[in-house]
């Protein structure tokens, strides 16, 4: 069975930071995107960072400078640090995994609340 499993998620204060991870199981052993995209209350789902096995990176325009993904290949685990946390940045964070010829799969979401 597939999992998605997603932590790190919680409250923050302007400027602050958190690390979301998100740990891959019981996927084919092929070559992959992982990474998170986030949705806020009354807005589209967007793009956050993406990574590829190889180590190939994406970044939303609105995260670029700010936050950084990374993985661990052995462990199936993919990292975000978000730095200088902004409000605009509160949302659900959904992790995803993706490969060609296989259909996207999502974690459950993770809530990132930015606030004084």
Not at 46 to 61: F, K, P, Q, S
Not at 66 to 87: G, H, K, Q
Not at 104 to 114: C, E, P
């Amino acid at each position: 069975q597939v999992r998605l499993a997603e932590s790190g998620g919680g409250l923050v204060q302007p400027g602050g930071s958190l690390r979301l991870s998100c740990a891959a199981s019981g996927f084919p052993a092929t070559s992959n995107t992982m990474g998170w995209y986030r949705q806020a209350p009354g807005r589209l789902r967007e793009l956050v960072a993406t990574i590829t096995t190889e180590g190939i990176t994406r970044y939303g325009d609105a995260v670029k400078g700010r936050f950084f993904i990374s993985r661990d290949n052995p462990a199936n685990t993919v990292y975000l640090r978000m730095n200088a946390l902004e409000p605009e940045d509160t949302a659900v964070y959904y992790c995803n995994w993706f490969a060609a010829g296989v259909r996207n799969h999502w974690g459950q979401g993770s809530q990132v609340t930015v606030s004084s």
